[in-house]
């Protein structure tokens, strides 16, 4: 346990009195030279950082017509100041979605509006001095850019972009997260966020392949490069070995194996999460993306689909058609991207699965929307439906189903406090801290209902979860993968 103390859970919703500066200290490491020049950032602060930064956020301003709206509109009406989840957890009001936009808005009004320019004082306009860039370095990496905010602003002013926009102005002038930076070099490069290789990555699937007979007594493929494949499957690198993202797998295997699907992963596009986007910048999210695409052709597949991943969806379908499209040499009968849920609740639709609910008959679940797939995305051709669809997985699993409460699901729900880039061992006390609503949820959930454990369908909510359960005094396997209630539930053999 870190040196910090966890803060106590109170019956659910207590907004904190505010406590000036007390995350100040909380930065992540910053990227070493190598990394930030490997995913083309200069190495170390340039000489005329000032002036180069100015000049990125002009040019930010320029091409997003949404982020220059957000810096012009907001009212201070204060509807945002408590729906933070690091502003909950920590009380620092410099975590208040308004007041965090102010750190980018201020340098924005300074050089960018005319009141700014010539009355500073008057609007609060600020240089980006020192001081400055400090503080964006320490509370723009305190934005999990969940949108949980933007839900409750009168203009939908979008808090995340701002901070995306921020994390990007600082990577050009060679002031990088290590965390974030290392990643994209080494998804870049090796083609996922592990760096495991090609042959490790057979190994595991086969070493998979033999568990599930072993259990089961049915031969279930987990193939790799397999040429010809309908179904490219891109899914987070965590599912290759992590608990509980492993046992997710194993249920995308057995849903594709008792559908009588052919399928494959791919070992160059063996990433579904694409970090690109949290540090705002195109250029990294677009060379990931182009590495699905090319995996797609080279193993000549109708369908992508990709595993639970909170971000990956968000990129993927906002995203993909415009970072790396046209897909049109794909089966156009079938959505592009369509993410794992979407299949199995059309096949689960068609009576396609037989399920046996009473295998989860030992525990009582819950559904934690991911903040990127709840607020930044949808799935199914239903509005809501990205509520609707794992959910109706669940409970096609299972016998015994509670929702958390209405103010910590679906539009309302609560990040875990690891997303955006900061799921990283430097940022623990704020991981901890900012999961605290979503844990004054659960432990309501626990004490209505018996509820435990959870489902989440993000890689990182999943490892978030497993790290800060335990400061809460819950366990670390309160957390499963949505496939892995299907995977348990599923009933393998029989006619397809
Ligand atoms: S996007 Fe999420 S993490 Fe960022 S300020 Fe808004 S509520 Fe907080
Ligand atoms: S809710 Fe919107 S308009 Fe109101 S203070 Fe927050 S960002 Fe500004």
């Not at 203009?155 to 002031?175: N, P």
Request: proline share 5%; net charge negative; hydrophobic share 40%.
């Amino acid at each position: 346990m870190a040196d910090f103390d966890t803060p106590a859970l109170k019956p659910y919703p207590v907004i904190p009195p505010i406590e000036i500066g007390v995350m100040a200290h909380s930065k992540p490491y910053v990227a070493k030279p190598e990394l930030q020049q490997k995913i083309g950032f200069p190495g170390e602060l340039v000489d005329n950082w000032q002036q180069v930064a100015i000049d990125k956020m002009g040019e930010l301003v320029d091409t997003s017509r949404a982020l220059r709206v957000f810096l012009d509109s907001c009212v201070k009406c204060g509807a945002c100041t408590d729906k933070c989840h690091y502003y909950l957890g920590t009380s620092d009001p410099k975590n208040m979605p308004v007041a965090r936009q102010d750190l980018f808005r201020s340098v924005y009004r300074r050089h960018y509006t005319l009141a700014g320019k010539y009355f500073p004082g008057l609007v609060g306009a600020r240089e980006l001095d020192q001081e400055m860039l400090d503080d964006w370095y320490s509370y723009f990496h305190q934005c999990s850019q969940c949108r949980r905010c933007s839900v409750y602003c009168p203009y939908g002013i979008d808090t995340a972009e701002i901070s995306m926009a921020a994390r990007e102005i600082m990577d050009t002038i060679g002031v990088g997260q290590k965390y974030c930076n290392e990643i994209i070099g080494k998804a870049q490069t090796i083609g996922n966020n592990l760096g495991l290789p090609q042959p490790a990555l057979l190994n595991t699937l086969e070493g998979l392949e033999e568990d599930i007979e072993e259990e089961t007594g049915v031969t279930v493929r987990l193939p790799l490069d397999q040429h010809g494949a309908d179904i490219l499957l891109v899914t987070p690198s965590a599912d290759f070995f992590a608990e509980p993202h492993v046992d997710g797998l194993i249920g995308y295997a057995k849903v594709f194996h008792q559908a009588g699907l052919s399928w494959t992963i791919s070992s160059y596009a063996s990433e579904a999460a694409n970090f690109g986007m949290f540090i705002g910048s195109y250029d990294n999210m677009q060379v990931l993306a182009q590495r699905i695409r090319e995996a797609a052709l080279e193993l000549g597949v109708k369908r992508i689909v990709f595993g639970e991943c909170g971000h990956a969806w968000r990129v993927a379908y906002n995203f993909l058609n415009t970072l790396a499209g046209p897909f049109d040499f794909l089966d156009p009968a079938y959505p592009m991207p369509q993410h794992i849920c979407e299949v199995t609740y059309d096949l689960l639709q068609r009576n396609a699965l037989r399920m046996d609910k009473s295998a989860n008959d030992d525990k009582v679940l819950t559904f934690h929307d991911s903040c990127n797939v709840a607020r930044a995305s949808r799935m199914g051709d239903f509005e809501g439906g990205q509520f609707v669809i794992p959910r109706a997985v669940i409970q096609a699993s299972c016998n015994h189903y509670y929702d958390m409460p209405a103010n910590a699901t679906k539009e309302a729900t609560f990040c875990c406090g690891g997303g955006g880039g900061l799921l990283t061992d430097d940022l623990v006390e704020l991981r901890v801290k900012g999961s605290l609503p979503r844990m004054e949820a659960l432990k309501q959930a626990v004490d209505d209902h018996g509820v435990t454990p959870m489902a989440p369908i993000c890689a990182i909510c999943k490892s978030q979860f497993s790290k800060i359960l335990p400061y809460y005094g819950m366990e670390m396997d309160q957390i499963v993968s949505v496939h892995q209630l299907v995977s348990d539930a599923i009933q393998l053999g029989g006619e397809h």
